[in-house]
Nanobody
């Protein structure tokens, strides 16, 4: 069973940048669509971005469009989330999730479409 581990979450100042990584083990990400979600205390889980298995179709939530970029490096079995112009409201636990699919160009934005989740990484945006 594929496993996911997020990393890269830290304390960063408003306006700063951060890159999160979602590394897969015990399998290859080649046939998985991947998405990033986040959940802040007292709030519902929010979908941020998703990327197809191949060749890299992407989709973004309005709240992060133009600031966040999702990419994948299948050779490294890793998906990234580059986050720029961070705001205090971006503070949350960030999760990546994977969905096995034969539709290599499709993206999936709903959390209930994903069955493999990482443990999360904390991002705090504060001065």
């Amino acid at each position: 069973q594929l496993q996911l581990v997020e990393s890269g979450g830290i304390l960063v100042q408003p306006g700063g940048s951060l890159r999160l990584s979602c590394a897969a083990s015990k399998g290859t990400l080649d046939f998985y669509a991947v998405a990033w979600f986040r959940q802040a205390p007292g709030k519902e889980r929010e979908g941020l971005s998703c990327i197809s298995a191949s060749p890299g179709s992407t989709q973004y939530a309005d709240s992060v469009k133009g600031r966040f970029t999702i990419t994948r490096d299948n050779a490294k079995n890793t998906v990234y989330l580059q986050m720029n112009s961070l705001k205090p409201e971006d503070t949350a636990v960030y999760y990546c999730a994977a969905k096995g699919t034969w539709n290599s160009g499709s993206v999936y934005s709903a959390a209930n479409e994903y069955d493999i989740w990482g443990q999360g990484t904390q991002v705090t945006v504060s001065s």
